[in-house]
């Protein structure tokens, strides 16, 4: 079932500085992790990257954790109306064989609360991502410029 639509303009890659840098555990591959700074609400952040399962058997992404914040929770941005609602993912994030997810602003991300100190652009933030199957991954996102996350509207679908 898909949840959501995107219209033409939207931002779907990742900040320079994380676009080449990539994680291997198993057969799930990481790619181009990258948090944003910290704008009105220096306590929460959100977390992105691409992860690939290159296996023959589905997983599935059912944890993270930091040593910057409080709780990292998966999350998913659902339209309700004319508005968003963002809302945990409870079971985390189903990855089948040969499939590859990607994590971005207004879609499917990380949600790092409780921050320890402000992300700051220039600066990395530790995560740790917990596989049903493959196990832990600990991985280190850029932390890209605060800002808009584009002039793109979801519309359900």
Known sequence: MNLFRRARGVLTGS???AA???YTLGEIEIGGPWARASSVDASIAGGYFTF??????PDRL???ASPDAERVEIHAIKVVGSGLLMR???????VPPDTTLTLRPRG???LLTGLKTPLEEGAHVAVTLTFEHAGSLDIECAVAAAGPVGEETLTSG
């Open 15 to 17: 900040p320079d500085a």
């Open 108 to 110: 499917y991300h990380l």
């Open 88 to 94: 945990q993912r409870e079971g985390g994030l189903a």
């Open 20 to 22: 080449s840098r990539s």
């Open 52 to 57: 690939t399962n290159k296996g023959r058997t």
């Open 62 to 64: 059912v944890g993270a």
